[in-house]
């Protein structure tokens, strides 16, 4: 029980974070890349908080699902869907595919590993 209320606040206080860079930085660094990081540690938290056991592939599972969306978003899906003036659907689903994003998926799944492996270790 004590795993899920500390994966709960992390997503929590992380998602807030997202939000913010989303409503307040507009800058070529913070927003594009680290957004990009922490979204993948966002669902990431978010899963742990309904399963708290570990599963060793969930930072795996969770760069798939990412790569996934952004593969989508090359196929342009929320024009697909006929979506595009949904403004909820075009910031979750993203309206622009980019490599970079998957790098930075990547770059957050590898820190959520290594935090991970550390947190088990103590």
Same mark, same amino acid.
């Given at each position: 029980?004590?795993?899920?209320?500390?994966? +709960?606040?992390?997503? #929590?206080?992380?998602? $807030? &974070?997202? /939000?913010? =860079?989303?409503? @307040?930085?507009?800058?070529? %660094? +913070?927003?594009?890349? #680290?957004?990009?990081? $922490? &979204?993948? /540690?966002? =669902?990431?938290? @978010?899963?742990?908080?309904? %399963?708290?056991?570990?599963?060793?592939?969930?930072?795996?599972?969770?760069?798939?699902?990412?790569?996934?969306?952004?593969?989508?978003?090359?196929?342009?899906?929320?024009?697909?869907?006929?979506?595009?003036?949904?403004?909820?659907?075009?910031?979750?689903?993203?309206?622009?595919?980019?490599?970079?994003?998957?790098?930075?998926?990547?770059?957050?799944?590898?820190?959520?590993?290594?935090?991970?492996?550390?947190?088990?270790?103590?």
């Amino acid at each position: 029980m004590k795993k899920r209320v500390v994966y +709960v606040g992390v997503t #929590i206080i992380l998602l $807030l &974070v997202e /939000v913010l =860079i989303a409503l @307040f930085v507009h800058d070529r %660094i +913070v927003r594009p890349y #680290i957004g990009d990081m $922490l &979204v993948v /540690v966002v =669902i990431y938290t @978010f899963i742990r908080s309904w %399963i708290p056991d570990s599963v060793r592939l969930l930072p795996v599972y969770v760069f798939l699902f990412a790569t996934g969306v952004e593969i989508l978003q090359y196929f342009n899906l929320v024009e697909l869907l006929g979506m595009t003036d949904n403004p909820f659907l075009r910031i979750l689903l993203g309206t622009s595919f980019d490599v970079k994003d998957i790098i930075c998926y990547a770059a957050g799944c590898v820190l959520v590993w290594a935090v991970e492996r550390r947190i088990r270790h103590l």
